[in-house]
């Protein structure tokens, strides 16, 4: 049902990267000049709508699994959907019976997994926040934007779902075709309600792994509870230059966020490592454990897990 959903949203934003020849005085052509119409664009939709639907969510521990079950009606305020004028896409929201069973026992992988996988095409869902509603920061639309089965089809160049234009409301989420509300980006209202501190570590949902995610704040020491709390920052930044695309297989442009691949990760940038995550102690787990933070700035959600993701949060 998610392939629908791309399909929507990659009709929505279906501008195509074009090359152009230039005439020269003498009547001839130069090299071809590979120019890109797509454009970053962080505008978001209005979040002044209050469900009648009721949140329903149960986490609970049954042997070695967390089993967290949802209907995936947030908690807070959204955008407008549905079919109706000035909607943000034309899908409603609606309740859905999602079970989540998750190792409650995480072990750390030889090698960091990523979310897309543009060998196998594989694409993963990240988790789920404490309020039941799930954390998806792929936007799947992979390069020439022609849909999915495209011959051409590049996965290496994805848009990124917070700097393109695909319906997001102010929680940076939309819907899907099935009525699914997901987080593409920070939840920004989830976080306000729960006023979290900033000299305290916050829970606010688990990985597909089963490692814990918390909102930006951790110890300076990872592993003194004793050390002050401050806000984690993300090790990636944007690629200088341009894109080596020629506008036919690839994109060209400069790097300026509108795909996934803009980014790079320099490690020790910040204090966060590839997965936006690092190891310590957290107070849910004292004696120490692999944990995420989600970011205000890129990648917000993490495009990596430390571990195995559990199979219900595969995608595709």
Same mark, same amino acid.
């Given at each position: 049902?998610?392939?629908? %959903?791309?399909? $929507? =949203? ?35 939709? +209005? ?6 639907? $009721?949140?329903? $969510?149960?986490?609970? #521990? ?10 995936? #009606?947030?908690?807070? %305020? ?6 109706? +004028? ?11 019976? %999602?079970? !989540?069973?998750?190792? &409650?026992?995480?072990? @750390? ?40 089965? +495209? ?19 102010? &929680? &940076? ?65 944007? @690629? ?17 966020? $509108?795909?996934?691949?803009? !980014? ?10 590839? +997965? ?23 990648? &917000?959600?993490?495009? !990596? =897990? ?11």
């Amino acid at each position: 049902m998610k392939t629908l %959903k791309f399909l $929507v =949203f990659g009709t929505l934003i279906f501008l195509l990267s074009q090359c152009t020849d230039t005439e020269t005085d003498d009547g001839g052509t130069t090299t071809p000049e590979c120019t890109s119409d797509k454009v970053v664009d962080k505008s978001r939709g +209005a979040c002044n709508e209050t469900l009648t639907l $009721v949140p329903s $969510v149960k986490i609970e #521990i049954v042997g070695a699994n967390r089993v967290i079950t949802a209907n995936s #009606i947030p908690n807070h %305020k959204v955008g407008l959907f549905g079919n109706v +004028a000035g909607s943000l896409n034309p899908n409603a929201i609606r309740a859905q019976n %999602k079970t !989540y069973t998750i190792t &409650n026992q995480p072990v @750390k992988a030889s090698q960091f997994f990523s979310l897309t996988n543009a060998t196998t095409l594989s694409l993963w869902s990240f988790g789920v926040l404490l309020n039941g509603v799930e954390l998806d920061p792929i936007a799947a639309e992979p390069w020439p934007h022609q849909g999915l089965m +495209a011959t051409n089809v590049n996965w290496e160049w994805n848009l990124e779902a917070t700097n393109v234009k695909i319906g997001l409301d102010c &929680n &940076n989420a939309h819907v899907q075709p099935t009525g699914k509300y997901h987080y593409h980006g920070s939840p920004t209202l989830y976080l306000q309600n729960a006023n979290i501190p900033s000299n305290k570590m916050t829970l606010v949902g688990y990985a597909a792994d089963g490692f814990p995610v918390y909102y930006k704040y951790a110890y300076t020491n990872a592993t003194d509870a004793n050390s002050a709390v401050i806000a984690m920052t993300s090790s990636y930044r944007l @690629k200088s230059g341009k894109r080596p695309g020629d506008g036919v297989i690839a994109p060209c442009g400069s790097f300026d966020g $509108v795909y996934s691949n803009d !980014y790079e990760f320099v490690s020790g940038l910040g204090t966060l490592d590839q +997965a936006n995550g690092r190891e310590g102690v957290t107070p849910e787990y004292p004696t120490g454990t692999y944990y995420y933070l989600i970011t205000d700035d890129f990648p &917000n959600i993490p495009r !990596y =897990f430390r571990g195995t993701p559990a199979p219900e949060f595969k995608v595709n």
